[in-house]
């Protein structure tokens, strides 16, 4: 090119018309995609995982009496409970004795309430705030109760084979001496049905009462139907169509659905989980309790938030790659000015 050219040319011609300057384009170029990727562009997998909400929930086991907690969603449709604590020996207050049933959970204050089922049938808190274990006291809470649940600073259970429930209203101004005064509810249903055999009750944040029972229909009843408070009445009851089955349960974190245990048996070694529907009652099996794990009882939940498994790594692999892909084309590219590249200073546009 004449040098009168060259002296004409702007400041950027001159640097394109360079081959060094080209070099300082494309890595110009190349850091600017960089920066554009890591805004558009999701964090590794490693670093960030998508999470989904799961119910945590709690159970007293039927082969060691211990207590487990689980979540709701089945790995290769296995749940594996994980051990919690020995109900016998705790690390602080008073050990149960016997047998346990009504298991209730207190979300909002992280308290577990369980009863024994024989001997003096105490009825139990266990608060994971402070690790201690209190006995509840009172006078004259009746016995025979294999259900219960927590709702509105109350423990509810139907005692067995009645249509009787009952309302515990729990005290915890002395935190380290917990009362309970209770409050019987005949004829709860108020329909002909009077004998109510267990299954487990579960209760919804909005106090809907769920029954699942070893003998009828499965039932709710609204615990609220009069200004808040509850009143035995036939008009908030209902009966779906599906025939009790027994189960352990417990209402999902949002109360969203219920879910559901059952024990082995000759044919199916393992537990089986459950998913019923709040609003037909139908059951629908999600999985299994492993390693031949059964519950007496359950209560629940807790929100928990799991890991997705890592269904979007294509489009996070392939946004990542990006940065890779542009830096081997540069390459690819230096190498041929590379081999373009003569001694003399500049080079004709012919030869870029």
Do not use: C
């Amino acid at each position: 090119m004449p040098e009168h050219s060259l002296m004409m040319m702007t400041k950027g011609q001159r640097i394109l018309r360079n081959p060094f300057g080209h070099r300082l384009v494309r890595v110009v170029l190349g850091m600017a995609v960089a920066l554009v990727s890591a805004f558009l562009v999701p964090a590794p997998v490693h670093a960030q995982r998508n999470v989904f909400a799961s119910s945590q929930m709690y159970g007293v086991s039927s082969i060691d009496g211990n207590f487990y907690t689980f979540n709701s969603t089945p790995q290769a449709g296995i749940i594996t409970p994980q051990f919690l604590f020995n109900p016998t020996a705790p690390k602080a207050g008073t050990g149960s004795a016997g047998l346990l049933n009504g298991v209730a959970w207190d979300s909002a204050h992280n308290r577990l309430f369980f009863r024994e089922t024989n001997g003096l049938q105490r009825l139990f808190v266990h608060d994971f705030s402070t690790g201690r274990q209190s006995v509840i006291t009172g006078v004259g809470l009746p016995t025979n109760a294999t259900n219960a649940d927590f709702f509105g600073g109350s423990y509810w259970f139907i005692k067995d084979s009645t249509d009787t429930l009952v309302r515990a209203t729990l005290n915890f101004s002395n935190p380290l001496a917990p009362t309970y005064t209770f409050t019987n509810f005949t004829n709860f249903d108020g329909t002909a049905r009077n004998n109510y055999a267990f299954g487990d009750i579960a209760i919804s944040s909005s106090g809907q009462l769920y029954g699942n029972g070893t003998n009828g229909k499965t039932f709710s009843i609204n615990l609220v139907n009069s200004g808040g408070q509850f009143v035995p009445s036939s008009a908030s009851y209902h009966e779906f169509a599906t025939t009790s089955s027994g189960l352990q349960t417990a209402f999902s974190f949002d109360s969203s659905v219920i879910y559901g245990t059952d024990r082995p048996s000759v044919t199916t070694p393992l537990a089986k989980f459950w998913q019923i529907d709040k609003t037909t009652g139908v059951e629908t099996q999600i999985g299994f309790l492993a390693n031949g794990q059964w519950f007496r009882d359950i209560g629940g939940s807790n929100v928990v938030f799991l890991p997705e498994p890592a269904t979007g790594s294509l489009v996070l692999l392939g946004g990542v790659a990006l940065v890779p892909l542009v830096r081997r084309r540069s390459a690819r590219r230096q190498g041929r000015n590379r081999r373009r590249l003569t001694p003399r200073r500049f080079v004709s546009p012919e030869r870029l």
